[in-house]
């Protein structure tokens, strides 16, 4: 089996695939693994969304992060939670009704009046907030901790990685692959599309098609004394979310929904009027701090149009399985990538997740399920 892509999801599903005794090579056209999206992200891991395939997907993946942090310490999973805040009407709305699915399939998400979220964040603005929810197993692992940590668990079971190989072409005629690479070629029964924010330029090498586009998301250090790490707190209404680094300082992050799709990596700057715009209506603390423009940073969303990432056979090209498209939710959610894509190829079909609402002809039917928790 070739696997295109050597970002935490293609390396979660080598992990997976190589467990169960199969032959997997994955092609990277980097230097390393785990250098295009997968280094670049915020880390955070939340079972509070608002539909039961990503909740499905994050119950999961988890449980896989306390069992890997258990036994390596290498992803460094920090479970304080995330506090979503509901400052009107409307998102308090919305926030019960994802709290009711998330207590109804099983996540012991609590619902908090005004004062338990002060309690929680008493670094927030108090004014106008309404109730908030927390869930304590929410947290965040470390980016660089799970690649090698997936790398490793790769490598152990006979993986081979080929870095500095790019995908150019693929000849595919119904009985294998022909994978044509920086170094070479080679052949494969099946081949995983795991190319992150290139996943369509790789599907269009076989005439397939998935709808993932890059879109660039920023993040924001503002410095400040060590203190005790916090909750990953959301104001639901701005979009804001800000968590305190344990070493010092305060991760800020704002995702515009009407940002562009591209290729840009370096900090927008238009992100920071976007903060300037938004942090003192919840985070008024922050405008007294000072931002280090040198340790904010950039990467791209390989985003769909529902929110939800593509996993499962292409309908059109025999041996061809996509799991891409994870926006802002790659990182939380490889454990269980891996586990669908296992599944998938090896068993003939995924029992642990309802892969419905990610199969790739969604979009093609029009049957889209859109999670609008998106960060
Ligand atoms: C600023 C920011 C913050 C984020 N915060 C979070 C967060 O808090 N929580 C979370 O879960 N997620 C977060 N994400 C999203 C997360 O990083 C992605 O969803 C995840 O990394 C996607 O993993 P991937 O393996 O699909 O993609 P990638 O890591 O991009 O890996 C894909 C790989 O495929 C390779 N590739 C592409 N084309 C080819 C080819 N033709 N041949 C060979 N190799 C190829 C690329 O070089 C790349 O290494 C964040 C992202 C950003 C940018």
Redesign the pocket.
Request: with cysteine; hydrophobic share 45%; proline share 6%.
């Given at each position: 089996m070739v696997i295109?892509?050597?970002?935490?999801?293609?390396?979660?599903c080598a992990m997976e695939l190589a467990a169960r005794g199969r032959d997997v090579t994955v092609?990277?056209?980097?230097a390393a693994?785990?250098?295009?999206?997968?280094?670049?992200?915020?880390?955070?891991?939340?079972a509070q969304f608002t539909t039961a395939a990503n909740i499905a997907l994050s119950m999961f993946s988890i449980e896989a992060y306390e069992r890997l942090e258990r036994d390596t310490s290498l992803p460094g999973f920090r479970q304080h939670g995330y506090l979503l805040i509901a400052g009107d009407e409307e998102t308090e709305r919305g926030l019960r009704t994802a709290h009711d699915l998330q207590r109804s399939m099983g996540v012991d998400t609590r619902w908090l009046g005004p004062d338990e979220v002060l309690a929680k964040a008493p670094f927030v603005e108090p004014e106008g907030i309404r109730a908030g929810t927390f869930h304590a197993r929410d947290g965040?692992?470390d980016?660089a901790g799970v690649v090698t940590a997936f790398e490793r668990l790769a490598r152990a079971n006979g993986v081979t990685i080929g870095l500095g190989?790019?995908?150019?072409a693929i000849d595919g005629d119904g009985g294998g692959f022909r994978v044509r690479?920086g170094e070479g070629a080679v052949t494969a029964g099946v081949l995983v599309n795991?190319?992150?924010?290139?996943?369509r330029?790789?599907a269009r090498?076989l005439g397939a098609d998935v709808p993932v586009e890059p879109v660039?998301?920023?993040?924001a250090l503002f410095l400040d004394a060590p203190g005790d790490p916090t909750p990953?707190v959301v104001d639901v209404a701005t979009g804001v979310l800000v968590r305190r680094e344990g070493a010092g300082g305060w991760v800020v992050?704002y995702s515009n929904p009407q940002d562009r799709p591209g290729r840009a990596?370096s900090v927008d700057p238009a992100f920071f009027e976007d903060l300037a715009a938004r942090i003192p209506e919840r985070f008024p603390f922050l405008a007294e701090l000072p931002l280090d423009p040198a340790r904010c940073?950039?990467?791209?969303?390989?985003e769909t149009p529902d929110h939800h990432a593509i996993v499962g056979r292409d309908p059109g090209v025999p041996g061809l399985v996509h799991?891409?498209?994870?926006?802002?939710?790659?990182?939380?959610?490889?454990p269980a990538?891996g586990r669908a894509v296992v599944e998938l190829i090896v068993d003939g079909a995924c029992s642990t997740f309802d892969l419905r609402p990610l199969r790739p002809s969604r979009f093609a039917e029009g049957d889209l399920v859109v999670e609008t928790a998106v960060?």
């Open positions: 295109v892509g050597a970002g935490v999801i293609g390396l979660a092609l990277e056209t980097l693994p785990g250098q295009a999206s997968s280094s670049r992200a915020n880390g955070g891991v939340r965040v692992v980016p190989s790019p995908v150019t690479h795991a190319a992150g924010a290139d996943a330029e790789v090498m660039r998301r920023n993040l990953m992050a990596t940073w950039a990467g791209l969303y390989p799991c891409v498209g994870f926006g802002g939710h790659g990182l939380m959610h490889a990538a960060l």
